[in-house]
């Protein structure tokens, strides 16, 4: 158990954001134990055939089978709310050279040949580093990014509503399995992490994540700001390409289309992310949400750029009792 001590400084700086870079470290520890992660094999019968022709051992190599400690350095705590991949890959190539070898020298076991060329190198290492995670992120994290940028946001939307009514303490208290505030002290139950630290008024960053698997993850020894990991949910539902409604007789009642609509909108989506998935123009599918909206079965909300629609309670009523 990991013992984190919070102040009103914390509390009041304690911020969202969602992190490429790591879901790309992340996701590299689920490929190469996916026998562990059965929610994510069918990304991982996906991905595996696409990265033969790319050398990504040099990532591979900074995330150990199994993986518990993660080099700090390769996941940077996010500046701002929504850096992309190139931002957070620069902050990773400015890395210090110390901060770099402080953390290699952290890691258990003896050190592989491409990570002792790092150690010894820093700065033309990250050089490297960073063309592999481009390349793999390319291949094994693209085709799924805004599908998957649209799950996380849905997160933080709900995380932020959650401090609204309930507080940080109920945002914190309903983060995850894994996680409780009482009193002035977040603890952590971590699988080998324990000990206790204080933040110092340095805040809390939570980042959710799509490939952290079914624990949290944290950072709170570093420079920057303390980030805690932690699962988001409905993450299976990223893989899934089959429009087919799950219940014949909701496809009866509502049509084929408009019950594919609600399947899919098991995670809050955009009009044109639906239209790819579903095989339909986006003209069409505003035209169904329309109307699925006027029936109380769908809502909608603004994030950023996009409108994002989900299920209501009702709707979720009604998928469940589906056949």
């Known amino acids: 158990m990991l013992l984190v001590g919070l102040d009103a400084r914390d509390l009041a700086t304690t911020r969202f954001a969602v992190s490429p870079l790591w879901e790309v470290v992340a996701s590299v520890r689920i490929l190469r134990g996916a026998r562990r992660f059965p929610e994510y094999l069918p990304w991982v019968e996906r991905v595996r055939p696409r990265l033969a022709g790319l050398d990504w051992r040099l990532l591979a190599d900074l995330v150990p089978e199994p993986a518990v400690v993660i080099p700090t350095f390769v996941c940077p705590p996010p500046a701002t709310s929504q850096p992309t991949l190139d931002v957070e890959l620069a902050t990773l190539v400015a890395t210090p050279a110390e901060a770099v070898r402080a953390s290699l020298d952290g890691q258990p076991g003896p050190r592989p040949p491409r990570l002792a060329e790092l150690y010894d190198d820093p700065p033309a290492g990250l050089a490297r580093l960073a063309t592999v995670v481009r390349a793999y992120a390319d291949v094994a994290i693209g085709p799924y990014w805004p599908r998957m940028r649209t799950l996380l946001?849905?997160?933080?939307?709900?995380?932020?509503?959650?401090?609204?009514?309930?507080?940080?303490?109920?945002?914190?208290?309903?983060?995850?399995?894994?996680?409780?505030?009482?009193?002035?002290?977040?603890?952590?139950?971590?699988?080998?992490?324990?000990?206790?630290?204080?933040?110092?008024?340095?805040?809390?960053?939570?980042?959710?994540?799509?490939?952290?698997?079914?624990?949290?993850?944290?950072?709170?020894?570093?420079?920057?700001?303390?980030?805690?990991?932690?699962?988001?949910?409905?993450?299976?539902?990223?893989?899934?390409?089959?429009?087919?409604?799950?219940?014949?007789?909701l496809a009866r009642v509502l049509g084929r289309t408009r019950a594919a609509l609600l399947h899919e909108l098991a995670v809050p989506t955009s009009t044109s992310e639906l239209a790819d998935r579903c095989g339909l123009s986006p003209a069409t599918v505003s035209a169904h949400l329309g109307a699925l909206r006027d029936a109380g079965l769908v809502g909608a909300h603004r994030a950023g750029r996009f409108v994002l629609y989900a299920r209501t309670t009702a709707a979720e009523a009604l998928v469940a009792a589906a056949p």
């Open 153 to 249: 946001e849905r997160e933080v939307l709900l995380g932020a509503a959650r401090m609204a009514t309930d507080g940080v303490q109920g945002l914190l208290n309903h983060l995850d399995p894994y996680v409780r505030l009482e009193g002035g002290t977040l603890h952590v139950d971590h699988i080998v992490v324990s000990g206790a630290v204080r933040l110092d008024g340095r805040g809390l960053l939570l980042v959710p994540s799509v490939f952290a698997g079914p624990r949290v993850w944290s950072n709170f020894g570093s420079p920057g700001q303390p980030v805690l990991r932690y699962p988001a949910r409905a993450v299976a539902t990223l893989w899934e390409r089959d429009p087919t409604p799950r219940g014949r007789g």
